[in-house]
C-alpha cells in the first residue's frame, strides 16, 4: 500500500474567538437566560418558557446548574425539578447539585428497578424510589419525564403546589430539551409553573419525525422536538450559546456547517490547545494517525474491499480499522491539552499517557446499527486484551447511545459508508452531528469509497424534516457541505482485505 495524501479541509473564512473572548459569549448569554428566568418568576415579563439553545459541546450544563442555585434564591421559587429523557443524563447533574447544594437540599427519584444508579449516589443527595418519598423540603428533585409524566400527581399530593400557585414546581428545567418529544413534554409542562429548556438544537430525538401522523400541522405534532413548536410565541424567550468547549480549533469549522444558521459560533479551545501524539505506528496507520492527531476531522474512504454483509454490517471495513488502531495502541499515544478556568483562560498544561487515562473514555468506536456495534465490540475486545488494556483506554457503542457522551478520539463509520441512495436512517441530519461531535481530540471518520459519487446522483427528496409537505435542502446537500470540512484521502488496496 502506498502513503497516504490527504486533501486538505475547505478553509473557514470567518474570524473565531478562543479562549476567555470565546467563553465571554456564553457568559453573555447565560446571564441573559438567568435574567429572563428571573423576571418571569417576579412577574415582570409574562412568560412561561425559556429556551437556551446550544451547540454541541457548549457547555449547558454548567449554565443549567448555575440555574438551579439561583432560581432558588427567589423569593417566588420554592422547589425546582429537573428531567430527561434517559436516567444517564439525571445521575451526573443530580451528583453535581448534590455537591453543590448538599444532600438535605436534593432528592433523586428514580425506579427502584434500575441497576444502574451509580454506586455511592445517596450520599450525595436524597435517594427515593416513590413520590411519597420525596422529603416535603426537599428543594430540588430530578428525576426522567417518563416518571414525571406518570406519577407527577402523586407528587403533587405530597408536596403541593409552590410559590407561584398549583404546579408542584415553580421552575422545570429540561436538560437535553431538544431530545424530548411533544407528547411526553406536554404532560410534564403542567408541573413547572415556568419551563426552562436547555439542550443542544442538532442532536436525535428519541422519536423520528417521519413517523408524524398529523403531518402539516404545526400545532399538532407530538412526535417533533417538544421546542421547536414555542419559536417566536410570544410567552416564550429563545437564548443561543455562541460558543462551543468541546472541539479544537480545528474542528470548528465542522461545528459550523451544523450550525450554519447561527449568527456566530466561537471555540473556546485555541490552535494548538489539543492534540495527540503518537509514539509508534508506521505505514498507513502512522499516516492516518498523523493527520488525525492535530484535531482535523479526518475522512479515509478505502477501496478495493470484498462485498459487506450489508452497507452498515461491514466487516472488511472494521479489519482495516482493527489494523490501524492495532498499530496506534501498540505504540501509545501522550494525550496533550491545555485545561481552562471557569472563564475560559488557559489555566495549565496536561501531557497524559494513554495507559495513565483519568477514567473519561479515550477513544470510542461507533457505528449505526447493533449488529456493527457487536462486530466493532468483538474488535474492541480483542484489541483490549492483546495489548493489555486499562479500563477506559478503549469502547464501542452505536451513535444514538453515545449522543450526549464525550471522548478524547472517535473513530466512526460514516453512516453512508456502502449505501446505495440516503433514506431516512442513514442521511439523519442528527445522527450525523452526534458522530461528529463527541471528540474533544481527534476525530477519524472511515467509509468505502463513493462518498462522493452517492450524494452527486442521489435524487431528490421532497419533504421538510420533520415529514410535512414542502420544500427543504436536500440530504445531500447537508452531507456534502459536512465533508468539505474533512481533509480526505482514499485508501487503494491491492489486495482485498
Given at each position: 500500500m502506498a502513503d497516504l495524501?490527504?486533501?486538505?479541509?475547505?478553509?473557514?473564512?470567518?474570524?473565531a474567538n478562543h479562549h476567555d473572548g470565546a467563553a465571554t459569549g456564553n457568559a453573555v448569554a447565560g446571564e441573559g437566560a438567568l435574567?429572563?428566568?428571573?423576571?418571569?418568576?417576579?412577574g415582570r415579563l409574562e412568560l412561561q418558557r425559556i429556551l437556551l439553545r446550544a451547540a454541541a459541546g457548549a457547555g449547558k450544563s454548567f449554565i443549567l446548574k448555575r440555574m438551579v442555585a439561583e432560581a432558588l434564591e427567589q423569593p417566588l421559587c420554592a422547589r425546582v425539578g429537573v428531567i430527561a429523557f434517559a436516567n444517564k443524563q439525571v445521575y451526573p447533574l443530580a451528583a453535581d447539585l448534590g455537591e453543590s447544594l448538599g444532600r438535605d437540599r436534593v432528592c433523586l427519584w428514580v425506579s427502584k428497578k434500575r441497576t444502574d444508579i451509580p454506586e455511592g449516589i445517596d450520599e450525595i443527595v436524597t435517594l427515593v424510589h416513590k413520590a411519597s418519598e420525596v422529603p416535603l423540603d426537599c428543594e430540588v428533585v430530578l428525576t426522567v419525564s417518563h416518571m414525571l409524566k406518570g406519577q407527577g400527581p402523586a407528587l403533587t399530593k405530597v408536596l403541593g403546589g409552590g410559590a407561584l400557585g398549583d404546579a408542584v414546581f415553580d421552575v422545570l428545567l429540561v436538560d437535553e430539551a431538544w431530545q424530548l418529544p411533544m407528547w411526553l413534554y406536554e404532560p410534564c409542562a403542567k408541573f413547572g409553573a415556568i419551563s426552562v429548556g436547555v439542550g443542544d438544537v442538532g442532536q436525535l430525538p428519541p422519536i423520528d419525525g417521519q413517523d408524524n401522523p398529523w403531518r402539516g400541522d404545526r400545532g399538532h405534532n407530538p412526535y417533533r422536538a417538544w421546542p421547536t413548536a414555542f419559536e417566536g410565541d410570544q410567552h416564550t424567550v429563545a437564548i443561543d450559546l455562541p460558543a462551543v468547549w468541546r472541539p479544537t480549533a480545528a474542528q470548528l469549522p465542522l461545528w459550523r456547517a451544523f450550525y450554519e444558521d447561527w449568527d456566530a459560533l466561537d471555540c473556546v479551545a485555541g490552535p494548538g490547545d489539543r492534540s495527540l501524539e503518537v509514539l509508534g505506528a508506521t505505514g498507513v496507520a502512522g499516516d492516518v494517525w498523523a493527520q488525525v492527531a492535530d484535531g482535523t476531522p479526518t475522512l479515509v474512504e478505502v477501496d478495493g474491499l470484498p462485498p459487506a454483509d450489508a452497507p452498515d454490517i461491514d466487516g472488511p471495513l472494521l479489519g482495516v480499522v482493527e489494523r490501524w488502531l492495532d498499530e496506534l495502541l501498540g505504540g501509545g499515544f501522550v494525550v496533550h491539552e491545555v485545561v481552562y478556568d471557569n472563564d475560559g483562560r488557559p489555566a495549565e498544561q496536561r501531557a497524559v499517557p494513554m495507559r495513565e487515562a483519568d477514567g473519561r473514555p479515550l477513544i470510542a468506536v461507533l457505528a449505526t446499527r447493533n449488529q456493527a456495534v457487536d462486530d466493532a465490540q468483538e474488535m474492541v475486545d480483542r484489541l483490549i486484551e492483546r495489548h493489555d488494556l486499562p479500563p477506559g483506554v478503549i469502547t464501542a457503542n452505536t451513535v444514538d447511545s453515545w449522543q450526549g457522551q464525550t471522548n478524547v478520539l472517535t473513530v466512526v463509520?460514516?453512516?453512508?459508508s456502502g449505501a446505495g441512495a440516503l433514506d431516512d436512517f442513514n442521511s439523519a441530519f442528527g445522527r450525523l452531528a452526534v458522530a461528529c461531535t463527541r471528540a474533544t481530540h481527534g476525530l477519524l471518520m472511515v467509509s468505502r469509497s463513493g462518498l462522493s459519487d452517492l450524494l452527486a446522483v442521489a435524487p431528490a427528496r421532497p419533504g421538510t424534516p420533520y415529514g410535512e409537505p414542502?420544500?427543504?435542502?436536500?440530504?445531500?446537500?447537508?452531507h456534502a457541505r459536512i465533508l468539505g470540512t474533512f481533509a480526505r484521502a482514499t485508501l487503494e488496496l491491492s489486495v482485498p482485505g
Open positions: 495524501t490527504f486533501t486538505l479541509s475547505v478553509a473557514d473564512e470567518l474570524s435574567e429572563a428566568l428571573s423576571d418571569a418568576l417576579t463509520v460514516h453512516p453512508l414542502g420544500t427543504r435542502q436536500l440530504p445531500r446537500q447537508t
